[in-house]
């Protein structure tokens, strides 16, 4: 098939890599379908890494986790804290990267015997980040070593505080820093001003994993396990996939590998708090990457957005089940009640937005806005746009944003440089995602420097847009074995994006209009006789649907997934684009 120009989309076409010779040698020597050795091929996987890449072990991936700057420091004075019966406090950011890094620790140092406690802060009355006020209620409380998981890297002035107290901190933690490091007892983070660890894309709760197998390695090698049972790290990797997945981490190297294992430990069910979630989500089959971002991730995060912060900490340690549900209910209601409250805010924010629609960058601020939404809000205009977007909730003159970037579009170093020229409070990130405190007087000056400062990188992004496929379908080809070849190559997210393909000539034998804005699509092949499901969401009323409603054939790109309806599974295509068959 030649490569369509004419497109629903505006945007061409590309084959993701096609290498004939390649894609054959696979095939013949791993014993793989060449739908599956194609898609290998555009992922740029060598012959002799596809069994590596078929079936990614921590064997494989997982590095020494002392090649990471103050890992030994940060070990040594955990075991302290342990041998020494010290109260240990963990203190963990309020979204679902921050929830499983504490459950982490307190899972495993609870195994240990040591005295540990969790605190979640609240994400409205005490904002991001470990603060002086918590601090100081954290060593009433007796605690002698503070852990700040998934925030802290530009916590100076609380770590000061507990510091010159005699109480330690160490900090675990993945958000880039700039300038000088707090003066912490051990800051562990791949992405300090001064590391070269090749690991940068780990979320927090896979730095966190690392230190527990260094500090697992640690005791070990001090006989500790010689008549105490170790701790079965294996068994945490539920958690480790989930937060991974829900920070919006590159499913490459080792994540992949945390990811791919710990999909199987969930799908074991030996976590109740997940388990519970689950029947509330109405999770009927195992999980995969979709379930971990889109069912149980948002129900976990509602917590700190309009809920008790803590509570996600508390269903993925629980051990009651009475309790476990009901914490579960009580999530899946603030949840219901933060996909109102975030409906609101995104029709106001989208209204701005598209008066920005030309600009490199989007940075849109108002009153009212709940902060607990507005990263998704971020997200949202981010995908409408393509582009990056910042949403500001303004109060009392100052305004907590939020932010959501584009592949190639470093928005964590252009926070980072806000800072240092004086335009924020404060700010943080990484190159995704990022967030920070502005003076409304600031806002517009903010909105130029963003601008100024990541236009060329945007425009490098715009231009070079394209839609990417893996290969060839037939309407009869799509089915349910062709669902379980492809899985092969999962999981699937970010950095290894679920394949997408085309049906060339693909007939439109029915189409009809779903609750007012989707298309449900009847395609065949020539002959006639295999007839395949489709849908094209949002379609009603753009270009997509428009051909859809009109055209007899059609090139249609997409993705195909499983359906699961009234207990029968069947394949069914997501549509994407459509391309004019001349």
């Not at 990457?289 to 976990?300: A, D, K, N, Q, S």
């Not at 089940?321 to 975030?342: C, P, S, Y």
């Not at 949403?391 to 932010?403: F, I, N, P, R, T």
């Amino acid at each position: 098939m030649q490569q369509p120009t004419h497109t629903a989309s505006a945007l061409p076409w590309r084959l993701r890599r096609e290498d004939a010779r390649s894609t054959l040698a696979i095939a013949q020597q791993h014993g793989v379908s060449e739908l599956v050795a194609g898609i290998l091929v555009g992922r740029n996987v060598a012959v002799d890494e596809v069994p590596q890449f078929l079936n990614p072990t921590l064997r494989d991936y997982l590095p020494d986790p002392f090649h990471l700057l103050d890992m030994e420091k940060a070990v040594a004075r955990i075991i302290r804290a342990v041998e020494g019966k010290e109260r240990i406090a963990i203190f963990g950011d309020y979204d679902v990267d921050g929830a499983t890094s504490t459950t982490l620790l307190m899972e495993y140092l609870g195994a240990m015997g040591a005295d540990v406690v969790p605190y979640i802060p609240d994400r409205m009355l005490e904002g991001y980040g470990p603060t002086e006020a918590a601090f100081e209620k954290l060593m009433e409380g007796g605690a002698k070593l503070i852990i700040s998981v998934d925030c802290g890297t530009l916590a100076h002035a609380p770590i000061a505080l507990a510091q010159g107290r005699g109480v330690d901190v160490l900090v675990l933690d993945h958000h880039l820093s700039s300038g000088a490091l707090p003066n912490a007892h051990a800051i562990v983070n791949p992405n300090r001003v001064d590391e070269t660890s090749p690991h940068t894309n780990l979320a927090a709760v896979g730095v966190t994993f690392l230190t527990l197998v260094a500090l697992n390695q640690r005791l070990r090698d001090a006989g500790f396990f010689a008549h105490n049972a170790a701790p079965n790290l294996l068994a945490l990797l539920d958690v480790v996939a989930l937060g991974t997945v829900c920070d919006v981490m590159p499913l490459t190297g080792l994540n992949r590998a945390f990811v791919s294992q710990g999909l199987k430990v969930m799908a074991q069910r030996r976590r109740l708090g997940l388990n519970v979630l689950a029947d509330v989500a109405r999770m009927d089959e195992s999980p995969n990457v979709y379930h971990l971002g889109f069912l149980l991730g948002p129900r976990i995060n509602a917590g700190g957005r309009v809920g008790k912060s803590g509570l996600g900490v508390e269903l993925l340690t629980a051990t009651d089940e009475t309790r476990a549900r009901g914490v579960a209910a009580t999530l899946d209601l603030h949840n219901q009640e933060r996909q109102a409250i975030e409906a609101g805010v995104l029709e106001q924010a989208l209204a701005l937005a598209e008066q920005q629609r030309n600009m490199p960058v989007i940075l849109v601020a108002a009153e009212g806005w709940h902060q607990g939404v507005i990263g998704i809000v971020a997200g949202r205009i981010k995908e409408r746009f393509s582009r990056p977007a910042f949403v500001v909730a303004l109060e009392d003159g100052m305004g907590k944003a939020s932010g959501r970037s584009v592949t190639g579009v470093d928005m964590g170093a252009a926070i980072h440089a806000a800072v240092a020229v004086g335009l924020l409070e404060k700010g943080g990130g990484h190159a995704m995602a990022a967030g920070f405190s502005v003076a409304a007087e600031k806002i517009d000056a903010l909105h130029q420097f963003l601008i100024a400062r990541m236009a060329a990188d945007v425009a490098a992004y715009t231009e070079g847009r394209v839609v990417t496929y893996d290969g060839l379908l037939s309407a009869s080809g799509a089915n349910l074995d062709t669902l379980e070849d492809i899985a092969r190559v999962g999981p699937f997210g970010i950095g290894n994006p679920a394949p997408r393909f085309v049906i060339a000539n693909a007939r439109i034998a029915h189409v009809a209009v779903m609750k007012e804005k989707h298309l449900r699509v009847t395609l065949t092949d020539d002959s006639g006789s295999a007839r395949l499901n489709a849908v094209a969401f949002g379609a009603v009323g753009t270009v997509l649907g428009e051909w859809l409603m009109a055209e007899k054939t059609l090139h249609i790109l997409g993705e195909l997934k499983r359906n699961s309806w009234q207990g029968k599974e069947t394949a069914q295509f997501m549509i994407d684009d459509a391309a004019k068959a001349i």
